[in-house]
């Protein structure tokens, strides 16, 4: 294995760090190798004939030379990219430029390697009024990346439509096409009847890829590559671990035993994962796995049409802030959890530590230490700390965080979540209980369509004074 790949490690989930109340005995571990060797098999299976089409996305060239036309033809006088979308139409960009452009990005124009990047990724209206009145005379320099696979979401539609308008008062309708990409389905969807009313420059949103697994299509590179991000790097990444997800060896394959672990874990009681990048260029990335996962697991029916409500909850962390907002509760609360931590063993910047003050001998620990080896100890630390209240901890170790090991660790995670999906025997490309929502939502906005729905959601919406303190 070379030195530029992300390793798993699990030891301190077993029996043998944490007891065997709380931890998986070598047994245990070849049940779970029995039981989830065959579904990886199924899954290579399924994927050979075209039916997990997330998977080929590393492999299609098409797309990136896409993504790289369209920047060639924008050129260099964009300053700002926005961009409209939510869930898994906004996520992974913001993950991918946390994890791979520099922090003061957008704000220092030397760190910077193409236009500021915004994601809106709501509907606040303070934020993007305030977004509005800074851009000001920069709508001239600004792209807009409209994302939506449906075309139908209200968020996305009405962030658009805003925009729409701007630009017709501003520049007319010319100016729309110079402004604009729309990156939405190929053939259908509002966005997509829009796009080509309007004659828009369009991307598109592979057939058969839900949201949350299309980072790796144009909805995640187009951004990043505007903004400098190495999207070749990021699907080698994503193809060399295709190679280690695919393996039948269930001992060798970390996507099978990274999903195993889970479900053992859950089906123990333990149901909250907690996602915890001891890295802030990693932290965004928490937030993307947190979608990922709630959206992809959580089912109220099994394959069989069962009624099983199963679903872990993920919940993410920051190392260190949250050791001093949430340690105590994964220590000392309820033993309900497991803990996936992300290390960074090279960072590309580091700092030394200064000299101690006089008045203060007793900091002479940390003087000329690198910043770097104190947040690696203190991962270290809290290991030990859970290890010691027999929690069970994983890690996903990067080398170094860049844009191939950024593709490695979503296509790791993309894989685990097909296999936990397996394993739960539910459906992890649907998301049928986030409709309803999608629904009240044109309901209450008026859709003309939606009164029924109006009626059902009355007793909801209205306030009832005698419950009002
Ligand atoms: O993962 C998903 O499918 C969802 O989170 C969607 O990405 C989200 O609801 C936005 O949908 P759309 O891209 O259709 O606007």
Known sequence: MGYSEIRFYYKNVTAGVIGDENGISSEQFGNLAERTSPLISKLNDERKKGKIPYRDLPFNTKISQKVKELITQIGSGCENLVVLGIGGSALGNIALQTALSSYMYNTNGSQRAGPRLFVFDNVDPPQFVSFLEWLGDGFEKTIFNVISKSGRTSET???????????????????????????????????????????????????????????????????????????????????????????????????????????????????????????????????????????????KEDLAGHEVFIGPTPVKALGTTDQHSQVQLYREGPNDKLFTFLQVENFDKDIKIGPAPDCAPELEFLVDKNLSTLLNSEKTATEYALVESKRPCLTVIFPRVDAYTVGQFIYLFEVTTSIAGALFNVDPYGQPAVELGKEATFALMGRPDYGDLVRQIQPISEIDDNFLV
């Open 157 to 299: 539609a009405a962030q658009f439509m805003i925009i729409h308008q701007l630009l017709l008062d501003r520049f007319g309708p010319e100016s729309l096409r110079e402004h604009i990409v729309a990156t939405t389905d190929a053939k259908q969807g509002t966005l997509r009847k829009i796009a080509d009313e309007l004659n828009l420059r369009c991307l598109e949103v592979p057939d058969g890829v839900g949201g949350r697994f299309s980072v790796l299509s144009a909805v995640g590179l187009f951004s990043a590559a505007m903004c400098g991000i190495d999207i070749d790097s990021l699907l080698a990444g994503a193809r060399d671990m295709d190679k280690r997800v695919s393996c039948e060896d269930f001992y060798k394959n970390p996507a099978a035993i990274n999903a195993a672990i889970n479900y053992y874990f859950y089906n123990e009681g333990k149901r909250i994962s907690v996602m915890m990048p001891y890295s802030y260029a990693l932290k965004d990335l928490a937030d993307w796995y947190r979608q990922l996962w709630a959206e992809s697991l959580s089912k």
